[in-house]
C-alpha cells in the first residue's frame, strides 16, 4: 500500500446503521475493483478542538457523529484505475443516488494521500 484515498464525513445519528449496511455495499464494490482495503471508522473519542476537530471540520451537530474512512490501493496509477472502475459500474450509480443518501455531502471533506510512513 503506498496511496491512501480518505474522507470524514457527518452521519446522522439516527442513520449510523443504514449507514454501516451501506458501507459494507460500498466496501464490497470497491474491493471488488480492486482496492487494497476499506475502512470505516465511527467517532469514539473525538472533541471540539480550540482551533479545529473532527467536529468542527465538519460543522457537527449535536444529532450527528463523524465517520473517518479511507481505501488503500498500490500507488497513486491503481488508485486511479480503480476509482474509473468503479464510479462507471452500475451498481456505484444505484448507491449514490441523491434521494437515498444519508449524509450531507456539503459538509464531507476528502482527499488523496501518499503514505510516508507505514510500520
Same mark, same amino acid.
Given at each position: 500500500?503506498?496511496?491512501?484515498?480518505?474522507?470524514?464525513?457527518?452521519? /446522522?445519528?439516527?442513520n449510523?446503521?443504514?449507514?454501516?449496511? +451501506?458501507?459494507?455495499?460500498?466496501?464490497?464494490?470497491?474491493?471488488?475493483?480492486?482496492?487494497?482495503?476499506?475502512?470505516?471508522?465511527?467517532?469514539?473519542?473525538?472533541? /471540539?478542538? +480550540?482551533?479545529?476537530?473532527?467536529p468542527?471540520?465538519?460543522?457537527?451537530?449535536?444529532?450527528?457523529? #463523524? #465517520?473517518?474512512?479511507?481505501?488503500?490501493?498500490?500507488?497513486?496509477?491503481?488508485?486511479?484505475?480503480?476509482?474509473?472502475?468503479a464510479?462507471?459500474?452500475?451498481?456505484?450509480?444505484?448507491?449514490?443516488?441523491?434521494?437515498?443518501?444519508l449524509?450531507?455531502? +456539503?459538509?464531507?471533506?476528502?482527499?488523496?494521500?501518499? #503514505?510516508?510512513v507505514?510500520?
Amino acid at each position: 500500500m503506498k496511496y491512501v484515498s480518505s474522507w470524514v464525513v457527518p452521519v /446522522p445519528k439516527k442513520n449510523l446503521d443504514a449507514y454501516k449496511k +451501506k458501507a459494507r455495499k460500498f466496501g464490497k464494490l470497491w474491493k471488488e475493483h480492486g482496492a487494497l482495503e476499506y475502512v470505516e471508522c465511527v467517532a469514539e473519542n473525538v472533541q /471540539p478542538g +480550540k482551533l479545529t476537530s473532527f467536529p468542527q471540520s465538519v460543522m457537527l451537530k449535536r444529532t450527528e457523529t #463523524v #465517520v473517518f474512512a479511507w481505501l488503500s490501493f498500490k500507488s497513486r496509477a491503481h488508485h486511479d484505475r480503480v476509482m474509473a472502475k468503479a464510479m462507471s459500474d452500475p451498481r456505484m450509480k444505484k448507491l449514490m443516488q441523491p434521494e437515498d443518501m444519508l449524509i450531507d455531502g +456539503k459538509r464531507m471533506f476528502w482527499g488523496g494521500f501518499d #503514505v510516508m510512513v507505514r510500520m
